[in-house]
């Protein structure tokens, strides 16, 4: 569901299969001495979210920053996770500095046994890297026949309501949840009124930012549609914009992944300790644990079914559900390669001769 | 952090002592067949709403339906909860068509008592009735030095994105959590742009809507400040109103209270029953069995001070956090009463009279 003006315009795309992706992402995070397994979970990760046309956290934004911070020694490119506190149906984890993103599936896999065991399963995670799109992690319970919650406390760049300062990180949460044969429900967004990566990737593509979706560097909500820049010019709005039009609520959904992220996880909130890194939360539920799981994807099924069957609004095609398009956008790229801006595989053919990797195939 | 437009005009106020409203409830309930305990435990859940300042919840606009709901057989008065599925960490329960208002304090308790033995609980509940303000479910959590979340499922009255019918209820989602020497945090709102109840209490104090808060009945949000008016003009938009701003993911929100509530409850969505009444989710999260619970304690007071003495932006007072307006207006109105709107007033005169119930003392 990415607004029209983040997509890579037609003139600057360039086509990569997946598998070819899925190669070169895998090769280059071996090269910076990832471990062949975690290396291919990670492409995974990415190159399922790239599929997903969830651009702002695939390959174009992300890749980039993971290579360096493992270059410059920010990220353990061999983590050892340690489990600091446990019971049948939690795990806290010290992630040993590893990148989230690879080892998020994990965490989520350790929820669904508890899960599994006790009926609901949480596992927070500190000292961690970068966990990448929240909902493919929260995807992986909806694939094993659970209901997945992710989210991730990040940096601070949100300006709580009536302040002047950021206090929070973009702080994403999301919901993934399995039907018999709709697509599944896959639900991932930023409590701030965009997520961060959305305004790198408008700056990449000439997009403006609009109204309430950023502050100036005082707090004051910018009202007016401007120009997207570089990091740093602005702070994030929490999703409202406005007092009027809702902005509690979104600094409300930060406050609590920082509660259920951060705090849960012993690590200080960002506005405690900026360089406190990542901190994730990850929760599975057994459905079977609560109801018949057949009569749950059924009725999914049906509930999906009608979401997507309403009649639209006026000067509307249809309606959609979380997920929906991600799925056919799925279906699509699979088939025909995943659209990357020029740029990005100019980033690609940089990085793959300096490692000394093989060249990302194109079509 | 009600809007000054919400707030009952002075004029119109008429001040009554806690105890006297406390006493008034209960007796109430009592006569429309509610046992002792139960009608106390529905007074507290409305009279603590009252303090709070969430009027939207408090006796002013529930009360009246409750007691109508009990004498034309909608509630059991005498409801016994049935346990339909249970695992370590969860239950799923029946609840005999009590009100949800009164049996949410236990079914939160039932998820502490999960929570103590495997470090999380959730409960779900149907067959039930309205659950009064969810915050302070959660709330019930926090005073026993746990993290308390609780959503309800309600009758549908949200347009998902550029849909022209409603799919959803207003869906509020809460979070409490414990503090050592600051107030807790209280986060409850509607994931729609506004609750449900404010738009009743606007047309009482003669407040207008704000443009996103609402569409008309074909779904096309209304981007003009607008008269409040009686239920059935027109539908609600999900937090963030319109797609630019971020409807998808006030509609994703409510989709998720739907498949945690309803679905893992095993009824119907209202979409697909609308008869199907209310649906509850409860979690209870042992904070001992993730972190140290005093490091958490300490940790939430640096949190929130550091939020509520952050620089205001240019305008603005000070900072608020979810929880802390709310504190401070239960302090002023247990020491100086509950301010009520003359005509609930009115509506208290004729409910005892009729019911034979001594009549409620003001100030």
New interface residues.
């Given amino acids: 569901?990415i607004?029209e003006r983040f997509k890579v315009p037609d003139a600057d795309q360039v086509y990569v299969p997946e598998q070819a992706l899925r190669q070169t992402v895998t090769a280059i995070f071996e090269k910076v001495g990832v471990l062949p397994e975690a290396a291919a979970e990670g492409a995974d990760v990415l190159v399922s979210t790239d599929l997903r046309a969830v651009e702002s956290h695939g390959v174009s934004n992300m890749l980039r920053t993971y290579v360096q911070q493992y270059r410059t020694g920010v990220l353990n490119p061999k983590p050892q996770w340690r489990i600091v506190?446990e019971?049948?149906?939690?795990a806290?984890i010290d992630a040993d500095r590893g990148l989230g993103m690879i080892q998020g599936p994990s965490a989520m896999r350790l929820a669904m046994e508890k899960?599994k065991?006790?009926?609901?399963?949480?596992v927070?995670m500190f000292n961690s890297g970068h966990l990448g799109a929240v909902g493919h992690h929260a995807m992986i319970a909806a694939k094993g026949d659970m209901?997945g919650v992710c989210m991730t406390a990040t940096g601070a760049s949100v300006?709580?309501?009536?302040?002047?300062?950021p206090?929070f990180g973009t702080n994403p949460?999301s919901?993934a949840?399995p039907a018999r044969n709709e697509p599944p429900?896959y639900?991932d967004?930023a409590t701030s009124?965009?997520a961060g990566n959305k305004v790198r990737l408008a700056a990449r593509v000439g997009a403006s930012l609009?109204p309430?979706w950023v502050?100036d560097k005082?707090?004051?909500p910018i009202l007016d549609e401007t120009p997207a820049t570089e990091r740093g010019q602005f702070w994030h709005l929490p999703?409202?914009?406005t007092?009027?039009?809702?902005s509690?609520?979104?600094?409300?959904?930060a406050?609590?992944v920082?509660?259920?992220g951060s705090?849960?996880?012993?690590a200080?909130?960002c506005?405690?300790d900026a360089s406190a890194g990542y901190k994730h939360y990850f929760a599975a539920?057994?459905?079977s644990?609560?109801?018949?799981p057949d009569?749950?994807k059924d009725?999914?099924d049906?509930?999906l079914h009608?979401?997507k069957t309403?009649?639209?609004?006026?000067g509307?095609d249809?309606?959609?559900?979380?997920g929906l398009s991600e799925y056919e956008e799925e279906q699509e790229r699979r088939a025909h390669g995943i659209p990357l801006h020029k740029e990005v595989i100019e980033w690609f053919a940089g990085v793959t001769k300096e490692l000394g990797v093989p060249p990302l195939a194109t079509k």
Same sequence: chains 1, 2.
């Fill in positions: 569901m607004l506190r019971s049948p149906a939690t806290t899960a065991n006790v009926g609901v399963g949480v927070t209901i300006v709580p309501t009536f302040a002047s300062e206090r949460i919901l949840a429900v639900f967004v009124a965009i609009l309430g502050s005082e707090g004051n999703l409202g914009g007092r009027e039009q809702g509690h609520k979104g600094y409300g959904f406050l609590m920082e509660i259920l705090m849960l996880a012993g200080l909130p506005m405690l539920y057994n459905i644990a609560f109801v018949d009569w749950f009725t999914m049906r509930m009608t979401l309403t009649k639209p609004a006026s509307h249809r309606v959609l559900y979380p």
